[in-house]
């Protein structure tokens, strides 16, 4: 047996390693869904800090949800899923060593992607704008005619909102008490009041000012923007190395490598690509939709 | 010096003798070894860098417990000695015994029993060196900024709420875990992919189920550390509160995060431990394991309970006492398999030929020390004592017991079998039977004190401790000293060999498995035929060859593949 | 403990029943009313244990001597499976976890049911004390309970995770922020017991130590009463003092000339301080007065306005206290 790698005869490389192509094919192949099964348990982490959270109060998440753009949402989902379709396609064209639709099945992928950030960094600016961050920089404030009482009105809700009259409870900077300064005493005074809580620890429920409330602002509700940005980050973080990958896809294609009908690497990065889509489907449904 | 050993009869795989031209000289300069894609080299490294880590924690060990030696203060202050214990055990797990035995004997030896050039994806295997030298640096640089003083556990709120090196320390343990995640993912591929002709499953030898079992839990466990140090840099960077109780967050969610990786992770440390068990007591035993199968599914049995039971670390968290009840109960089921595998040990040397060697030496240490450590599990499994011993030194001295006197003693003895077919020399036996002696002893006495101490009350991480305790803490910092001593004596005669030992026969100690049919060490290609497995502890397939000064096999061609090349 | 009497003790113990009052070779004393079942648990697996570590261990010695390797003499033929042995061997200790498992379990269902007419003692961790609520209000450092009699804790901590830990009592509960944990314990015998943290908090987590002291019958209620009137049986500087090491005052403010989250009050009675509006105050009863009611009003330069106020959680008497032991001449908290 030969000690190098060798070509199977249509210029196809094997490595040295590898008995044949086929090996080495289902090696990768393998490969690729066991990192594949790394990334759900990853990303599994946090979903599991979401379910702890929703369930513990609910009221919460139904609160802060009101707060995305259902349409965006929907839209990044129906990019996400022709992003997947054109990676699939691509992988078919190298499979058949049609370079050229090869190209254009990549490079409408990352356009896909690209537009899927886009849309990313127009619901995170005003997010930021609005001071609805995560809990540590949680400070929301909403520019309409009314700073002084601080009201939610209908149109604050992105999503269209079918709340009427909410009322904002002032979270005052200091909400967040940094917990090396917090009072040794029984005194929690520096600790936002519970909804539900455990006894001596709830504080007094926050006074609904001027006109009818139909929901309060819960308590915690920052909770729900750290969540939202811990799992949409990491979601973003990986779309972007997925369009890393795309990148270097297009550059291999263009140096021939995929000439030979060797077309494991699009393949896998076709497999990574429809996981996160998958992920994202999951986020869609857990933070906008319900 | 190379004394020509003439291609003898029966090694058909030997087409030349001696090392001349090896793995180890073959490519030469820095940079072929930093840029390699063999596995041989790969494992070189990582055991230069592992030991390293061995030594910088063995540091930190010898010096928290010379602060120990007096109830006050000895010499540091508090601050510092709550560095010392942290960065001993981050160095310890992170660097040291999580990539441990995969990373270096697993690496180094896992293509040779299957008979293959390689594992299944050497570039993925070149990263994951790469990423352990980059996770090991940003330790290395959070040391040098102040260090760190968590605890290896870095509980919330202390450790989002302390000043010290607390990111660089996390992000570096965050990139050892891909480094660690890369290892098992090509583990796994290379076992279920390049097994040689002849070996199913059940005809693997054991230490492949053992870094196979292993293999799988680094690779499901660890992305969920991976996630809790992502979190706790994000609370610690940006504020995200989901630890902190002020910003609505729960603290405790850490620790379920935390133990949900590191409870598997510490069978991550002792299966592959068991796994050279296997060789070692077969082999100078002189005899077939006992009880294959089962000794095979109980690593598989454990990597899988390892999951159900993390909650066994958190039973005075405040979680409910159903869920304490689930996961005590859980706790004695991962005990059983381990047992198994013991009782199974003991029966392959009934009626053997049993030599001491270093390697037998070492395993019949880790069948003493390991009985200890699994049975001192028992008290900590069970709900009531547990209440007592949690966070005592009685815990203390049981994870000692089981990763240092379980997975470390089994690697020591890992290291002196594999020694002649990694380097191509043999060590001096005396002087490694007077360390094994050292460190044995230099052990008992070290930590056996501290589960009397642990169960009379002395709480762990303690700087300060009441002068009830003071006898017990001298009688473990002596025995620590007897360790470094013999440690220090192992490499000694180690680096000897490797200028001024005997050059080591193909198959010194007589074992059955594919490693020893290829020189010692191995050709750079591994082997010169395609290999065959047979049944890889039919120990009578061989014979020892004095001309050789190692064993041959009785019918070299039963190990060949049926395929052309055969002279 | 000397090396005499450590020594003494490991030759009487080990060997032979153990003796409650003074502990054994692997116990403290057993002063509560779980501790006896506990340590029946202990040495039943412990029994066990030494059972089958001895077996393991002179099985192998037996069968290193006896089948040493000999000259020219292979193994003997032997079974390498044999399937009676390897259930024998697995279903014996799946019957013994099950009953380690099963007393483990009632003993721990005992430690987390406190009796109804429990005496509740409120606790606070904090780094690094911790201070204990009577239910008259009044706070110490130290836990006085009456003997015979059960006694409910319920714990929480002002910053990081701590730990409770009695171990004459075998009681241990973490102390967690942000919510109540509860333990429970009767003890069973007057005595002085230490109480530790067992969870890591920082730097002077092993400083952190309380006692836990059991009165005798009919002692504990008139050692409260006293207790709680310290306000009159002390000096106002001794008050001071206390209130000042129990209240939380040392958790921000120094009495060793370092400044913490607040300045050192070593010394401060008197002292000219630059506030953060700009004005310069000299510190008198006055402006330690309104320090303590109103905190935030004015702020030492350099120093963020982050006191709590202890409006209605101190007393006018106990004001002055803290005034008075401010005022002595070394305010430094007295030597245990």
Known sequence: MADHGHDRGDGLRVEHHFENADQQYQSAKLGMWIFLGTEILFFGGLFVAY?????????????????????????????????????????????????????????????????????KTVEYNSKWKHGLLWAGSYEPHLDHTDPATDLIHNEDFEDGGDIEGVDAVETDESGTADVESAPTDTDRSAIDPAAVGPPGLAGPEPEAEGEEALEIEPANAQVYFSIYFLMTGLHGIHVLAGIGAFIWLLLCARRGDFDTGHFTRVDMVALYWHVVDLIWIYLFLLLYLI | ????????????????????????????????????????????????????????????????????????????????????????????????????????????????????????????????FWLWLTGASFAVVSIIVGAVDTGWTFYTPYSTTTGTAVISMTLGAFILGFSSIFTGLNF???????????????????????????????????????????????????????????????????QHFFWFYSHPAVYIMILPAMAIMSELISTFSGKHIFGYRFIAWSSIAIALLSFLVWGHHMFTSGQSGLTNMIFSALTFS?????????????????????RLAAPMLYALSFLFLFAIGGLTGLFLGSLSTDIHLHDTYFVVAHFHYVMFGGTVIAFLGGIHYWWPKIFGRMYSERWAQLSALLIFVGFNLTFFTQFVMGSHGMPRR???????????????TVGSFILALGFLIMAGYLLHSLVRGEKAPANPWGAATLEWETTSPPAYYNFKHDMRAGDPYDLDALRFEPSLGGYVRRDPSSVLATTEGVE | ??????????????????????????????????????????????????????????????????????????????????????????????VLVIVIFFFGFKGFLDMATPPANAYEVLVEGQKWNWSFTYPNGYVDENLHVPVDRPVRLVMSSSDVIHSLYVPAFRIKMDVVPGRYSKAWFEATEPGEYDLFCAEYCGTSHSDMLAHVIVHPPGEFEPWLEKASNFLETMSPVDAGRKL???????????????????????????????????????????????????????????FEPVMPTYQGRLKDAEIMAIIEYLKAPEGAPQEE
């Open chain 1, 51 to 119: 379910s702890v959270y929703r369930a513990n109060h609910p009221e919460v998440f139904v609160f802060g949800h009101h707060f995305l753009d259902k349409g965006l949402g929907a839209l990044n989902t129906v990019i996400l899923i022709c992003s997947s379709l054109t990676a699939a396609w691509a992988v078919r064209a190298a499979q058949l060593r049609q370079i050229g639709m090869l190209k254009l099945m990549l490079t409408l992928t990352m356009l896909c992607a690209f537009g899927f950030m886009g849309v």
């Open chain 2, 462 to 476: 303690y700087y300060n401790y009441l002068e009830q305790f003071t006898p017990y803490h001298q009688a473990s």
């Open chain 3, 1 to 94: 403990m000397t090396a005499t009497h450590f020594g003494r003790m490991l030759l009487a113990r080990f060997a032979m029943m153990p003796d409650p009052e003074d502990g054994s070779f692997w116990m403290p004393p057993q002063v509560s009313t779980v501790a006896h079942s506990v340590d029946w648990l202990f040495n039943f697996i412990l029994a066990i244990s030494v059972f089958f570590f001895v077996l393991i261990v002179a099985v192998m010695v037996i069968f290193v001597l006896k089948y040493r390797r000999r000259e020219g003499q292979d193994a003997a033929p032997s079974p390498s499976h044999n399937m009676a042995l390897e259930i024998t061997w697995t279903v014996i200790p799946v």
């Open chain 3, 244 to 302: 000042f090491q129990v209240r939380g005052c040392m958790q921000c403010h120094s009495m060793d000339g370092s400044a913490k989250t607040g300045p050192t009050l070593l010394g401060v009675f008197g002292r000219s301080e630059n506030m953060a509006d700009g004005s310069t105050i000299t510190v008198d009863e006055n402006y330690i007065r309104q320090s303590i009611l109103e905190p935030n009003a004015r702020v030492v330069a350099g």
């Open chain 2, 188 to 254: 796994i591929v290379t076992i279920h992919k390049m097994r040689p002709e002849g070996m199913t499953w059940f005809r693997m030898p054991l230490f492949l189920w053992g870094i196979y079992s292993t293999a799988i839990i680094q690779v499901l466990a660890t992305p969920v550390l991976g996630i809790t140090l992502l979190l706790l840099v994000a609370e610690r960077a940006l504020g995200v509160g989901i630890f902190d109780p002020a910003l609505g967050g729960d603290p405790v969610l850490y």
């Open chain 2, 334 to 354: 991962v005990a059983i398999p381990s047992a198994v595998k013991v009782f199974n040990w003991l029966a392959t040397m009934y009626k053997g030929s049993i």
């Open chain 2, 1 to 128: 010096m190379a004394e020509e050993i003439s291609a003898p009869v029966g090694v058909a795989n030997v087409d030349h003798a001696g090392s001349d031209d090896n793995y180890l000289n073959h490519g030469k300069g820095i940079l072929s070894w930093l840029f390699t894609l063999d596995h041989k080299r790969i494992g070189v490294m990582y055991l230069v860098a592992i030991l390293s880590s061995f030594f910088l924690g063995g540091v930190f060990a010898m010096l928290l417990r010379s602060e120990l030696w007096t109830a006050g203060q000895t010499i540091m202050t508090a601050d510092t000695y709550n560095k010392m214990f942290t960065l001993h055990g981050a160095v310890m797990i992170f660097l040291f015994i999580i990539p441990g035995i995969p990373a270096t004997l697993g690496n180094f030896v896992l293509p040779l029993m299957l008979g293959a050039k390689d594992v299944a994806l050497p570039r993925l295997n070149l990263a994951s």
